[in-house]
């Protein structure tokens, strides 16, 4: 029985252009840089993206891309943002560490007045997803352990570890997507991505999740945006469009194929600003 459409709720996000998005190096498995990006057709797969979340009627800031820093254009990296306080990013690699003053400066320009620069090694929204009261944090290949005591004490939300096991699945945000964030219960993830414990973990706490294919999780159908409603995720995960529907969610197939190439897709391009709380 399908269940009837939910609600949309307005959001807030932060996105980068990808002027300068290319893969001159390798950091993940999905980066090669033997397989030169279409630079015009990358930017044409962003603005699209860029101007469905404004047609669904969300707010869309732009961050300033820099030259030297080509990932930038995966803002999910930059920071975490929880009740209107900024975690910023510590990156685990060389090649990004100059992202992470780019973004804290962004957000205190930009009036958020809480904003505090890491202890330990985190990629922010790649490893942490916000459920109405918790975090999910990713470790394993990119952020330290020591990250999520750090998130928790400073955002005062429980943080529930869970272990990356495959690096194709590098970040949590490639292997689950929180799909109401107004709840504990609602996300989609591919169990293959997550050792036995976390397994056990995401079953308890997840009884009724959506679980993808390999072959959806392999297309990045979990680096998903979610408004409540619209998830927006890659074409090709074409696995996950009816149980979406079937669970009142209207899927909005994406064509981010270029930036894929830089191993990231919809949600590694989509920092959420969640407002502090009223």
């Not at 690699?93 to 100059?98: K, L, N, T």
């Not at 990250?147 to 939300?157: N, P, W």
């Not at 149980?243 to 391009?269: F, H, I, N, T």
Request: proline share 8%; charged share 25%.
């Amino acid at each position: 029985m399908r269940t009837p459409p939910r609600v949309a709720r307005p959001r807030r996000y932060l996105m980068c252009p990808p002027a300068h998005f290319k893969v001159s190096y390798s950091i993940n498995p999905w980066m090669d840089p033997d397989k030169p990006v279409d630079l015009p057709l990358a930017l044409a797969q962003w603005e699209v993206l860029r101007d469905r979340y404004r047609a669904l009627g969300h707010t869309v800031e732009e961050l300033r891309p820099h030259p030297g820093l080509p990932d930038m254009v995966y803002t999910a990296n930059g920071a975490t943002v929880v009740d209107g306080r900024v975690l910023g990013a510590r990156f685990a690699f060389e090649e990004r560490r100059g992202e992470a003053a780019v973004h804290a400066a962004w957000y205190r320009d930009h009036g958020f007045t809480e904003v505090r620069e890491p202890e330990n090694v985190n990629e922010a929204e790649g490893d942490f997803a916000v459920t109405a009261s918790w975090l999910l944090a990713g470790r394993g290949f990119r952020s330290s352990p020591l990250s999520h005591a750090e998130a928790q004490e400073y955002f005062g939300r429980p943080v529930i570890g869970l272990d990356l096991v495959d690096p194709r699945y590098y970040h949590l945000d490639t292997a689950l997507c929180v799909l109401d964030d107004a709840t504990d219960s609602e996300v989609m993830y591919y169990p293959g991505a997550f050792s036995a414990g976390s397994r056990a973990v995401l079953a308890r706490l997840f009884p009724d999740a959506l679980i993808a294919s390999r072959a959806d999780a392999e297309a990045f159908g979990l680096n998903a945006v979610s408004d409540g409603r619209h998830v927006l995720l890659p074409q090709a995960a074409v696995g996950l469009f009816a149980p979406l529907r079937e669970r009142g969610y209207e899927p909005v197939g994406m064509d981010l194929a270029e930036l894929l190439k830089g191993g990231g897709s919809v949600k590694c391009c989509t920092q959420e600003l969640r407002p502090a709380l009223p």
